[in-house]
C-alpha cells in the first residue's frame, strides 16, 4: 500500500497526459487499421479522406487551443475572462462558416476527390463548429496545465468516434464514406466533455486591453498561417494522390501515410507539453533553450526507432497493420517515415520558436511547405517520387530551423 502511494505522488499529471495522449493515438490507429481492413484499398481511399479533411481543418482548431493555452497563462483574470468569450464566440461562427461551406460545396469536392458520394462531406460538415468550440476547451485546459481534463477531452472524442463508426457501419446499409462522416460528427459532441457551463462565458462586459488585442491577434494570424502550412506539408500528399491517382493506389498510399505519421502523432504529445512550459519559463525570466532540447532528444530518439523499425521489417508491419493487400507498398515505408521524422523534428523548433513571438521560422515554414505542394504537383509520376520528393523539402525545412536557432542564440 505504501508502494502505492508513493509511485501515485510520483506520478505527475504531465504522466498521466502522456499516457492517455499514447492510449489515444493509439485507438486512433485501431480505428484507421479496422476500417482499411474492413473496407479493402479502394473504399479505404474515402475514409482516409475525411480523416485527412479533418486535420486540415485542425489548423484552426489548434490555432484556437494554442492560442487559449498561451493567454491562459499571461493573462489576469479580468482580462482572461475577457478573453475567452472573444475565443468561444470566433469559434462558434468560424466552424459555421467552414461547415456551411462543406456543405455547399459537398458535390464539387465529390468532384475533385472523386468519393463515392457528396453527402459524406455534408455529414462532416455539420460538426465542425462543435470541433471549433471543443478546441478553445482543451486550450484553456492545457494552458491551465488540468492535464487530466484535458485527456478526458480526446479520450472521449476518440473512443466515441471508434464505437459510433463501428455500430453504424454494421446496422446501415449506407455508403462507408457517409457513415464514417456521421462518426466523425458525433465524436465531437462526446469531445465536449468534460463540460463546465459556468467556465464557459458567452457573455462578458470585459474588453481586453488595446495591447493585449494586439498581442492576440498577431499571434493568432501568425499561429494560424503556421499551422495551416504545416498541416499542408503533413496532408496535401494525401489530397494530392487521392486526386492524381486511382482509387485503389490512393487507398494504398493512405494506408503507408498512415505507418508512416506515427511519428508525428508522438511529436504532438511533446508540442502540448512544450509551449505552456516556455511560456512560463520565458514569463520567469528563466533560460527556455533546455526544454526545447529535452523535448528533440525525446522525439530523435522515437524518430530512429521507428525508421528503424519500418526498414527493417517493412513487410511485417504492414502486413500486421493493414493485410496482404496492402503489402506492395512495402519498399516505400521507411522513406515515408523517414520525410515523416524530419518534419516532426522541425516542427518542434516552429513551435518552440513560436510560444516565444518569433515569426520567421513559421515564415520559413510556409515557403517550403509551399514548395513540396508544388514539388509533389510537378512530380508525381508514381508513388515513389511523391515520398522522395517530400524527404529533400523536409530535409531543407530541418536545415533551415537548425540555422535560424544557431543564430539566435549566438545573438546578442
Not at 478573453?83 to 475533385?112: D, H, N, P, W
Not at 468519393?115 to 485546459?141: C, D, E, H, K
Not at 506539408?233 to 486526386?243: A, P, R, T, Y
Amino acid at each position: 500500500m505504501t508502494a502505492l502511494k508513493t509511485l501515485t505522488r510520483r506520478v505527475s499529471p504531465e504522466h498521466v497526459f502522456m499516457g492517455s495522449v499514447l492510449l489515444v493515438n493509439g485507438g486512433n490507429y485501431l480505428y484507421n487499421l479496422i476500417l482499411g481492413r474492413l473496407l479493402g484499398p479502394a473504399a479505404f481511399a474515402d475514409a482516409a479522406l475525411l480523416v485527412t479533411l479533418l486535420l486540415v481543418l485542425s489548423f484552426v482548431g489548434m490555432t484556437f487551443q494554442l492560442a487559449t493555452a498561451k493567454f491562459a497563462v499571461l493573462f489576469s483574470e479580468d482580462q482572461w475572462e475577457g478573453f475567452q468569450c472573444r475565443m468561444y464566440k470566433a469559434a462558434l461562427v468560424l466552424g459555421l462558416i467552414a461547415g456551411s461551406l462543406l456543405i455547399f460545396f459537398a458535390t464539387e469536392l465529390q468532384q475533385i476527390f472523386n468519393t463515392q458520394s457528396n453527402w459524406m462531406f455534408t455529414a462532416f460538415g455539420v460538426g465542425i463548429p462543435l470541433y471549433f468550440f471543443m478546441s478553445v476547451n482543451r486550450g484553456r485546459f492545457q494552458g491551465q496545465q488540468q492535464y487530466g481534463k484535458l485527456s478526458l477531452t480526446y479520450q472521449m472524442e476518440m473512443w466515441s468516434r471508434l464505437a459510433i463508426t463501428m455500430l453504424l457501419l454494421w446496422i446501415l446499409p449506407f455508403e462507408p464514406g457517409i457513415l464514417i462522416a456521421l462518426g466523425i460528427a458525433f465524436s465531437f459532441v462526446f469531445g465536449l466533455v468534460p463540460v463546465e457551463r459556468k467556465a464557459i462565458p458567452l457573455r462578458s462586459r470585459i474588453r481586453l486591453s488595446a495591447d493585449n488585442k494586439k498581442r492576440v491577434r498577431n499571434f493568432i494570424v501568425l499561429t494560424a498561417a503556421y499551422e495551416l502550412t504545416q498541416i499542408l506539408i503533413n496532408n496535401s500528399d494525401v489530397l494530392l494522390v487521392k486526386h492524381y491517382f486511382e482509387p485503389l493506389e490512393a487507398g494504398l498510399y493512405a494506408s503507408l501515410a498512415l505507418i508512416g505519421r506515427v511519428v508525428y502523432f508522438a511529436a504532438w504529445m511533446f508540442v502540448m507539453l512544450l509551449l505552456p512550459k516556455v511560456v512560463a519559463r520565458e514569463k520567469a525570466g528563466e533560460p527556455t533553450a533546455p526544454v526545447l532540447f529535452k523535448y528533440v532528444s525525446y522525439i530523435g530518439l522515437i524518430t530512429v526507432l521507428i525508421v528503424s523499425g519500418c526498414y527493417l521489417f517493412p513487410e511485417l508491419v504492414i502486413e500486421l497493420l493493414f493485410g496482404k493487400a496492402y503489402l506492395s507498398m512495402a519498399p516505400l515505408l521507411w522513406q515515408y517515415a523517414l520525410a515523416t521524422s524530419l518534419f516532426a523534428i522541425a516542427n518542434i523548433f516552429a513551435y518552440y520558436f513560436l510560444s516565444l513571438d518569433q515569426y520567421v521560422p513559421v515564415i520559413l515554414s510556409g515557403l517550403i511547405g509551399l514548395s513540396q505542394i508544388l514539388l509533389v504537383i510537378f512530380f508525381h509520376s508514381s508513388l515513389q517520387m511523391v515520398v522522395q520528393v517530400q524527404i529533400v523539402a523536409m530535409l531543407a525545412l530541418l536545415v533551415t530551423q537548425l540555422i535560424y536557432f544557431t543564430q539566435d542564440q549566438i545573438r546578442p
